[in-house]
Every structure is written in structure tokens, then in C-alpha cells.
């Protein structure tokens, strides 16, 4: 998967990417998962962990940027529950400074990690927690962003990967995500088109800073890097 030409792999072939990186280090190894609302970058995540993980021995976890959106009722006594998920919705200190301390800690001290709960819509504190874990696969979709507090996060990613994919394809997964969520059809359709498509934008100009980027072909990927 070196070099500028464009190359096909697994889960599996990404997931020994990761896992030889690690090895190589005396401290946990992070790896971001970006790309726009919709791309499947929380199911490549879970998959990678799944191939990365054994039985009784969790080598890698998730640690979600969205366990940082400030909450509905403090966006809504601001006055800004419209802009919920766009970059000023999260609280971009609180996940900065949580990526430093995990960063830092040593493997086998334990970090907790919060999480955005759909049914709630809302985060709730400590849903993941980081003890032996070697691998962090951080995902979001602004871990690339190049605006004040966003642009931080690159530092703390060893390397950073952005999943590609089609614009019909994210309606369809968004669409299907919010009526789980219990909106209805229309506001469903309201909301992507009005915020979750002008994000989608927003996080494709940050798709250059990306060390790969990866292209969803069926069970595989077509990855490109780009240094």
C-alpha cells in the first residue's frame, strides 16, 4: 500500500498496517478514521477491531470524536441546535486535551472515553475505556480540518486515513440513520440537505491531508496514499 499508485486491500491488509506500526512503538499507536457524514467510517472502525481483537485480548478501541458534541441543551440555550454536527457543535478543547492525555498515558493505565448515544442524541461519559489497548483508531469527520482547535488534532494521529465514497451512497446510509433515530422522512430529508451535505463539503477539502485515502469497492478498498 506504498508508493502513489492506487492499490486494493482487506480489512485484513489494513488492519496489519496498523498493527505493524504499532509494534514498532513503546506507546499506543493512533490511527484516524475521517471522511464526510455517512462514509462508513464507524463500520471500517468496528471491522478493523474485529480483525485487530482476540478473544480476551482487546489490542485496539475506538475513540469516537463525536462523544464530544456539546450537548442538545447547550446548543439549544445558545441558540444553535440547528448547526448540530457542524465543527462548532463539538467541544473541540475537551477533545483535544482527552486525545493528549490518552496520548500520554501509558498502556495499562486507564483512560475513559466519551461516547454519542443515538437514541438519546446526546453524549454520555465514560462509554469507552482505554486499559491494554495498543491501537486507538480515532474517528470523525474533521480530524483533518485546517480551522483554529481542529487543526491540533493532526499532531496527536500518527497517521490518518480518509474513507471516500459516493454522494447517493451517504444519502442512503444518513437517510437510514436519522428515521432509526426517529425523525421523520421529511425532516430526515431536511437535514441532509440543509446540514449533513454542506458538512459533507466542508470535510472533502480536507481529504489532501489525509496519508490515505480509501474508496469502498464492495468487501475491499481501493487506497490511494498521498505522500
Known amino acids: 500500500m506504498d508508493g502513489t499508485r492506487q492499490t486494493v486491500a482487506t480489512v485484513g491488509d489494513l ?26 467510517k464507524s463500520t471500517l472502525a468496528v471491522a478493523l477491531c474485529a480483525v485487530l481483537n482476540s478473544p480476551g485480548d482487546e489490542f485496539a478501541g475506538i475513540a469516537p470524536m463525536d462523544g464530544f458534541h456539546r450537548t442538545s441543551r447547550e446548543l439549544a440555550d445558545a441558540g ?31 483512560i475513559r472515553w466519551p461516547v454519542y448515544d443515538r437514541e438519546i442524541h446526546d453524549p454520555v461519559p465514560d462509554g469507552v475505556v482505554f486499559r491494554r489497548q495498543r491501537i ?9 480540518l485546517d480551522e483554529p482547535g481542529w ?40 437535514r441532509i440537505t440543509h446540514n449533513d451535505l454542506p458538512n459533507a463539503a466542508l470535510v472533502a477539502a480536507t481529504r489532501r491531508r489525509a496519508d490515505l485515502v480509501l474508496t469502498p469497492r464492495g ?7 498521498t505522500r
Open 15 to 40: 488492519a496489519r498496517r496498523a498493527r505493524t506500526a504499532a509494534d514498532n512503538l513503546d506507546r499506543r499507536y493512533f490511527v484516524g478514521l475521517t471522511g464526510p457524514p455517512g462514509a462508513g
Open 80 to 110: 444553535e441546535l440547528e448547526s448540530k454536527g457542524r465543527p462548532g457543535s463539538f467541544d473541540i478543547d475537551g477533545f483535544t486535551a482527552k486525545l493528549g492525555e490518552l496520548r500520554s498515558s501509558a498502556v495499562g493505565a486507564e
Open 136 to 144: 486507538v483508531v480515532v474517528e470523525g469527520n474533521y480530524l483533518l
Open 151 to 190: 487543526r491540533d488534532v493532526r499532531a496527536f494521529l500518527d497517521e490518518c486515513w480518509y474513507l471516500d465514497a459516493g454522494t447517493e451512497s451517504i444519502e442512503q446510509r444518513l437517510y437510514a440513520r436519522h428515521v432509526a433515530g426517529g425523525k421523520a422522512p421529511e425532516v430526515a430529508r431536511a
Open 219 to 225: 468487501q475491499e478498498y481501493l487506497v490511494r496514499a
